[in-house]
Each structure stands twice: as structure tokens, then as C-alpha cells.
């Protein structure tokens, strides 16, 4: 066996064996300037969390505006629940962030929390689903997606599932159901 070469060690390797206080302050210092890059100066950890949050909410409600332009009722809580899956995928950071409640001391993380709930609500009032029944609906659609996205984001490399096609089935599912959930909801109204 040849004698431990160090200088064939790749800098995420050097990074991951060097002792604890060296490669933890890296990268939280490349971290605190890349969101500097993007948010402002970020002296804390809760600041971090809200300006990916604020960042998460503004994303997701730009990816669903554009998603749903054009449709209408469940063709567009369709859209919408394809495009959280699509943003949870290709931003996995910016979609835990935003599955927080926003922070009620925050203003900044209410405006865009609100905001992008109202888009949600709008979309939902479109099919016909409002008030109560409306905060059902988003609640199982979150659900849905974020066990759809964990699900796939954990899956084995060696063994992929067409989750694709099972969340296309997932979502049919979903607005199917929508008319049983506002019927439900109605009937326990009178």
C-alpha cells in the first residue's frame, strides 16, 4: 500500500479532514458572502433563515404565477401544485426555508408570506375553494408535495422510481378530491 500522499488530496477532501474550527468557518464564511451577495449584510443566523425564507416565498410565488398564466380553475391548481414540486426540486434550500411561517417581527417575511398566500388563495378561489376549506386544501397540498419531494430526493440512485408519473397521479388524485373537500366542508357549515 503507497504511504499517504497528501498532495493528491482534492480541496473538498482537504476541507472535510481538517480539524473542525478550520472547514466549519470556511464554509460558513463562503455562505454568509454569497447570501451578502444576494440579501445584504447578514449578521445572524435568524437573519439568514428569514432572508432565505423571504427569498423562498418570493420564488416559489413568481414559479406559480407563471405556471398557472393562462389557466384556469383545477387546470390551474394543477399547474400550481407542478410548479411547487418544480421549485421544492430545483431550489431545495430556498423550499424548506419557505415551508416555515414567516417570522411575525419580521415585515419584510410577512409581505412576501402574504403575498404569496394570496396567489395561493386566488388560485384556490378560481376552482371554487375559499375560506376554510381553502386552508384544508393548502395544507394537504404543502403535505403532498413535501412528501413527494423528500421522497424523491432520498431515493437510492441505483433504483429510480418514475415519481414523475406517480406525482402526475398524486395531483389528479388531489383535485379530484377537491370537490369532496368542499362538499364536506359545506355540509358541516349548515
Request: overall charge positive; proline content about 4%; cysteine-free.
Amino acid at each position: 500500500m503507497a504511504p499517504f500522499n497528501r498532495t493528491n488530496i482534492s480541496e473538498v477532501e482537504h476541507v472535510i479532514r481538517a480539524p473542525a474550527s478550520r472547514w466549519d468557518k470556511k464554509i460558513a464564511a463562503d455562505l454568509v458572502s454569497e447570501m451578502e451577495a444576494f440579501f445584504g449584510k447578514v449578521d445572524t443566523i435568524p437573519q439568514m433563515k428569514q432572508a432565505l425564507a423571504i427569498a423562498g416565498y418570493q420564488g416559489l410565488q413568481r414559479q406559480i404565477e407563471k405556471a398557472v398564466e393562462g389557466k384556469t380553475h383545477l387546470d390551474a391548481v394543477r399547474a400550481m401544485a407542478h410548479a411547487m414540486r418544480s421549485f421544492a426540486l430545483g431550489s431545495p434550500g430556498l423550499a424548506v426555508a419557505s415551508f416555515r411561517d414567516p417570522d411575525v417581527d419580521n415585515s419584510e417575511s410577512q409581505k412576501a408570506a402574504g403575498q404569496l398566500a394570496q396567489v395561493v388563495l386566488h388560485v384556490f378561489g378560481d376552482a371554487g375553494i375559499s375560506g376554510t376549506t381553502a386552508r384544508h386544501a393548502i395544507r394537504i397540498l404543502k403535505s403532498l408535495v413535501r412528501g413527494f419531494v423528500l421522497n424523491e430526493m432520498s431515493a437510492p440512485v441505483a433504483r429510480p422510481m418514475e415519481y414523475q408519473k406517480s406525482y402526475v397521479f398524486a395531483v389528479e388524485m388531489f383535485v379530484r378530491g377537491l370537490t369532496e373537500l368542499r362538499d364536506a366542508s359545506t355540509a358541516k357549515e349548515t
